[in-house]
């Protein structure tokens, strides 16, 4: 063999070798599961300048970098492989509102808790309704196993022996042999540890003992200490093992067993891994309790700043969290993949790092460094108090320290994650999170959609104070808005009373008095839109034959003597069949008090047939009107007696018209049932957003929900039984008492 024979032969072997390779590495990829593993790491109360991952950042152009941060190796290396999120906000500027709205994808707002971001202190019935689809239980239609780890805090219903939520201030009523009632494992989780709400003593009253799914981790209720400082000082329920510095590691302890459970299965996993650090977790014998080491790593005393000066007990406890984090990668790094041999679970993770708010520490009304220089912190309007850090890594997808300046909200995550992992959602699941999963993968491609933030503790503004964002112009509102019927004279408004642009004033600094300019005007009525509709995505449902195609649940009124109906137009030229109202009422068994908060226990009763069937009590007159002058003029009208006319559908009765009603595109409607105080019937009260907003027909514009007191139909209220409401509320109402049917075309 020559040598030049020997060569071509030796360059075809190499050749041949690394096809072989070549083609081995593409088959490993190519086999790789299309379904990432998801975890979601979110932080307590840490703002932007909380790490090192910002260091050098500009968190929008025409703003100076970030020149000082706490030193967070972890998180700051973990960013350098991944995307960082300059516009990236919680839903709200306080701790429960945004968990709520991270897990169901609505806004919080739309719960009980309507005047402040965290639930308030002893008994708090669960946030997250059954009737609610979970981020957590999404995931599972999807094959996925579920944990959480850490902190709760959307409330939960502890059994009290006879298999009732206890209610005493301090649980001394709870029965700790028995199973919580209500928690995480009954919204989807299959695992959960930690702890129901925040931990600090003089702050919240829960016990101080860690749940495992739905069971109490010590039950023995005479050899538990009573804790507690100030006012409730031996008045708390703990573990007497409890120690608060032990949180943290008894967290990554929790969360790196479950991943490694995950090395030995078949199924893509989700951890909701939520730690207490570094809320401040006040105790006997200091403000903030942290642990002397944490995975080996001392902790205590060991925090600084990037300029070198170092720092305190709080800021330890954020490097608490960054070490736990460097913890948890490590884990994924050197844990085997067995959805893909030769791979390790990093591999195809989709890791997330945030916070649920902006920082605890710092002016209320100020630029802070631990905001990253932004104005305020945790509880208010502000930038600070809701602008968080959010990192994500996905290999081979998001990675190599891209910077993504498209604004994000944590309510997204539920629609973006579904669409990650090829699940369609329905029109009743996570009205208000907005997929963005193309604006993940392309950075540049600006992302023009609303974004909405609520919550607001304290002064300049009032508790239910708004905003919305809209590119980089930002609106503030407040005055009865989220909660219209609590303070005379402001019920129902939206008082626009900040209004900038970021772009211009990314510090928000200077005295404030929107004008009446087309820009606040048009934002004011996209807020109004959002909040009355009861979603913010598009909702994809059918043209079909029902004007509500889902009822949703809704507090409910009986105190009402006139008609309640809605005014409305079509988008085209339809055939009207039948007349109906929502039919609810269990003779047996009473519905739950006007404005009631909803639970398990007393829920909306939908109508039902059988044996003991819910049925009408009184005569209704619905009426379809249409209007083309300042009377509306009657069309036809049916009674609904006492009984079972008609048609049952879901928890609509409709009757038949005796002739089919032809309507028009572009011609203002009115559809109206009467109604009387104490007739035993209920219907639909729009002002209350405790529960799920109707799905209405696509092809219908619904301008106003209207009161008629004593048929007066040439006097009409715009808020049903609420006279004194400001009249801007009324616009995008959600239907309310009756509904109509249309005759489906062979096209649709």
């Given at each position: 063999?020559?040598p030049?024979?020997?060569?071509?032969?030796?360059?075809?072997?190499?050749?041949?070798q690394?096809?072989?390779?070549?083609?081995?590495?593409?088959g490993?990829?190519?086999?790789?599961?299309?379904?990432?593993?998801?975890?979601?790491?979110?932080a307590d109360?840490?703002?932007?300048?909380?790490?090192?991952?910002?260091?050098?950042?500009?968190?929008?152009?025409n703003t100076k970098?970030i020149?000082k941060?706490?030193?967070t190796p972890?998180?700051?290396m973990?960013?350098?492989?991944?995307?960082?999120?300059?516009?990236?906000?919680?839903?709200a500027?306080?701790?429960?509102s945004?968990?709520?709205?991270?897990?169901?994808?609505?806004?919080?707002?739309?719960?009980?808790?309507?005047?402040?971001?965290?639930?308030?202190?002893?008994?708090?019935p669960?946030?997250?309704?059954?009737a609610?689809?979970t981020?957590?239980?999404?995931?599972?239609?999807?094959?996925y196993?579920?944990?959480?780890?850490?902190?709760?805090?959307?409330?939960?219903?502890?059994?009290d022996?006879h298999?009732?939520?206890?209610?005493?201030?301090?649980?001394?009523?709870?029965d700790?042999?028995?199973?919580?009632?209500?928690?995480?494992t009954?919204?989807?989780?299959?695992?959960?540890?930690?702890?129901?709400?925040?931990?600090?003593?003089?702050?919240?009253t829960?016990?101080?003992?860690?749940?495992?799914?739905d069971?109490?981790?010590?039950?023995?209720?005479?050899?538990?200490?009573?804790i507690?400082?100030?006012?409730?000082?031996?008045?708390i329920?703990a573990?007497?093992?409890?120690?608060?510095a032990?949180l943290?590691?008894?967290?990554?302890?929790?969360?790196?067993?479950?991943?490694k459970r995950?090395?030995?299965?078949?199924?893509?996993?989700f951890?909701?891994y939520?730690?207490t650090?570094?809320?401040?977790?006040?105790?006997p014998?200091?403000?903030?309790a942290?642990?002397?080491t944490?995975?080996g790593?001392?902790i205590k005393?060991?925090?600084?700043y990037?300029?070198?000066?170092?720092?305190?007990?709080?800021?330890?406890m954020?490097?608490e969290?960054?070490?736990?984090?460097?913890?948890?990668?490590?884990?994924?790094?050197?844990?085997d993949?067995?959805?893909?041999?030769?791979?390790?679970?990093?591999?195809?993770?989709?890791v997330?790092?945030t916070?649920?708010?902006?920082?605890?520490?710092?002016?209320?009304?100020a630029p802070?460094?631990?905001?990253g220089?932004?104005?305020?912190?945790?509880?208010?309007?502000w930038?600070?108090?809701?602008?968080?850090?959010?990192?994500?890594?996905?290999?081979?997808?998001f990675?190599?320290?891209?910077?993504?300046?498209?604004?994000?909200?944590?309510?997204?995550?539920?629609?973006?994650?579904?669409?990650?992992?090829?699940?369609?959602?329905?029109p009743?699941e996570?009205?208000?999170?907005?997929?963005?999963?193309?604006?993940?993968?392309?950075?540049?491609?600006?992302?023009?959609?609303?974004?909405?933030?609520?919550?607001?503790?304290g002064?300049?503004?009032?508790?239910?104070?708004?905003?919305?964002r809209?590119?980089?112009?930002?609106?503030?509102?407040q005055?009865?808005?989220?909660?219209?019927?609590?303070?005379?004279?402001?019920?129902g408004?939206?008082?626009?009373?900040?209004?900038?642009?970021?772009?211009?004033?990314?510090?928000?600094?200077?005295?404030?008095?929107p004008?009446?300019s087309?820009?606040?005007?048009?934002?004011?009525?996209?807020?109004?839109r959002i909040?009355?509709?009861?979603?913010?995505?598009?909702?994809?449902v059918?043209?079909?034959?029902?004007?509500?195609?889902?009822d949703?649940?809704?507090n409910l009124?009986?105190?009402?003597?006139g008609?309640?109906?809605?005014e409305?137009?079509?988008?085209?030229?339809?055939?009207?069949?039948?007349?109906?109202?929502?039919?609810?009422?269990?003779?047996?068994r009473p519905?739950r008090?006007?404005?009631?908060?909803?639970?398990?226990?007393e829920?909306?009763?939908?109508?039902?047939?059988g044996?003991?069937p819910?049925?009408?009590?009184s005569?209704?007159?619905?009426?379809?009107?249409?209007?083309?002058g300042?009377?509306p003029?009657?069309?036809?009208?049916?009674?609904?007696?006492?009984?079972?006319?008609?048609?049952?559908d879901?928890?609509?009765?409709?009757?038949?018209?005796g002739?089919?009603i032809?309507?028009?595109k572009?011609?203002r409607y009115?559809?109206?049932?009467?109604?009387?105080?104490?007739?035993?019937?209920?219907?639909?009260?729009?002002?209350?957003?405790?529960?799920?907003?109707?799905?209405?027909?696509?092809?219908?514009?619904i301008?106003?929900?209207?009161?008629?007191?004593n048929?007066?139909i040439?006097?009409?209220?715009?808020?049903?039984?609420?006279?004194?409401?400001?009249?801007?509320?009324?616009?995008?109402?959600i239907?309310?008492?009756?509904t109509?049917?249309?005759?489906t075309?062979?096209?649709e």
């Amino acid at each position: 063999m020559t040598p030049s024979t020997k060569t071509f032969t030796a360059l075809a072997l190499l050749f041949l070798q690394g096809f072989v390779l070549l083609t081995l590495w593409l088959g490993t990829v190519s086999a790789q599961p299309k379904k990432p593993n998801v975890i979601i790491f979110m932080a307590d109360d840490m703002g932007i300048g909380d790490t090192s991952a910002y260091l050098g950042v500009r968190l929008m152009p025409n703003t100076k970098a970030i020149a000082k941060t706490l030193k967070t190796p972890n998180i700051e290396m973990f960013a350098r492989q991944s995307m960082i999120f300059t516009d990236a906000h919680a839903p709200a500027s306080m701790c429960s509102s945004t968990r709520y709205s991270l897990l169901t994808g609505r806004l919080s707002h739309r719960s009980y808790l309507k005047k402040q971001g965290w639930l308030p202190h002893g008994p708090n019935p669960p946030m997250i309704h059954r009737a609610l689809t979970t981020l957590p239980e999404m995931l599972k239609r999807s094959g996925y196993v579920t944990a959480a780890i850490g902190k709760y805090h959307v409330g939960m219903d502890f059994d009290d022996g006879h298999g009732e939520p206890a209610d005493e201030f301090d649980f001394q009523d709870v029965d700790f042999t028995k199973p919580i009632l209500d928690g995480p494992t009954h919204h989807g989780f299959d695992e959960f540890f930690g702890v129901p709400g925040n931990t600090e003593d003089p702050l919240d009253t829960e016990p101080r003992i860690y749940l495992r799914n739905d069971r109490w981790t010590f039950s023995e209720r005479s050899k538990m200490k009573l804790i507690g400082m100030k006012h409730r000082e031996g008045r708390i329920l703990a573990d007497p093992d409890w120690d608060l510095a032990q949180l943290g590691p008894d967290f990554l302890r929790e969360a790196t067993a479950f991943v490694k459970r995950q090395g030995k299965g078949q199924a893509p996993f989700f951890l909701y891994y939520v730690p207490t650090a570094n809320h401040l977790q006040q105790n006997p014998s200091g403000p903030y309790a942290v642990p002397e080491t944490i995975a080996g790593t001392p902790i205590k005393g060991k925090s600084g700043y990037t300029d070198g000066s170092k720092g305190g007990e709080r800021e330890d406890m954020v490097l608490e969290n960054d070490v736990a984090f460097g913890a948890l990668l490590k884990t994924l790094r050197e844990t085997d993949d067995p959805r893909s041999p030769g791979h390790k679970l990093i591999d195809n993770t989709l890791v997330i790092f945030t916070s649920d708010n902006g920082p605890n520490v710092g002016d209320n009304n100020a630029p802070n460094q631990e905001s990253g220089g932004l104005r305020g912190k945790k509880a208010k309007i502000w930038e600070g108090g809701h602008r968080v850090p959010f990192i994500l890594y996905w290999k081979g997808n998001f990675e190599g320290g891209q910077i993504n300046r498209n604004l994000f909200s944590l309510t997204d995550l539920f629609a973006t994650l579904a669409r990650t992992v090829g699940e369609e959602l329905s029109p009743t699941e996570a009205q208000d999170s907005l997929d963005s999963l193309a604006h993940w993968k392309e950075p540049g491609k600006s992302d023009p959609r609303t974004r909405y933030f609520f919550c607001h503790l304290g002064p300049p503004y009032e508790n239910d104070a708004i905003a919305i964002r809209k590119d980089s112009r930002k609106l503030i509102a407040q005055g009865g808005l989220a909660r219209p019927w609590t303070e005379s004279g402001t019920k129902g408004a939206s008082e626009s009373i900040v209004f900038l642009d970021l772009s211009k004033n990314p510090y928000e600094e200077g005295d404030f008095s929107p004008s009446g300019s087309t820009e606040v005007r048009k934002l004011t009525k996209e807020l109004l839109r959002i909040h009355n509709q009861g979603h913010s995505r598009p909702l994809a449902v059918p043209n079909g034959g029902n004007l509500i195609l889902d009822d949703g649940w809704h507090n409910l009124r009986n105190d009402l003597t006139g008609s309640v109906g809605y005014e409305f137009e079509l988008l085209n030229d339809r055939v009207t069949t039948h007349l109906g109202m929502w039919d609810d009422h269990d003779r047996e068994r009473p519905v739950r008090s006007a404005r009631g908060i909803p639970t398990e226990n007393e829920r909306d009763q939908p109508s039902r047939t059988g044996k003991k069937p819910r049925t009408l009590k009184s005569p209704h007159l619905i009426t379809l009107w249409e209007i083309r002058g300042k009377i509306p003029k009657q069309i036809t009208r049916v009674e609904m007696k006492p009984g079972s006319p008609g048609e049952l559908d879901g928890e609509f009765r409709y009757l038949k018209l005796g002739q089919e009603i032809q309507m028009q595109k572009g011609i203002r409607y009115l559809v109206t049932m009467t109604t009387k105080a104490g007739d035993g019937d209920h219907f639909h009260d729009p002002v209350a957003y405790d529960g799920l907003s109707p799905v209405i027909n696509p092809g219908v514009r619904i301008i106003r929900n209207l009161l008629f007191r004593n048929e007066n139909i040439g006097q009409a209220l715009a808020i049903p039984s609420f006279a004194d409401l400001h009249s801007e509320f009324s616009a995008f109402r959600i239907p309310v008492g009756p509904t109509i049917r249309f005759k489906t075309s062979p096209l649709e």
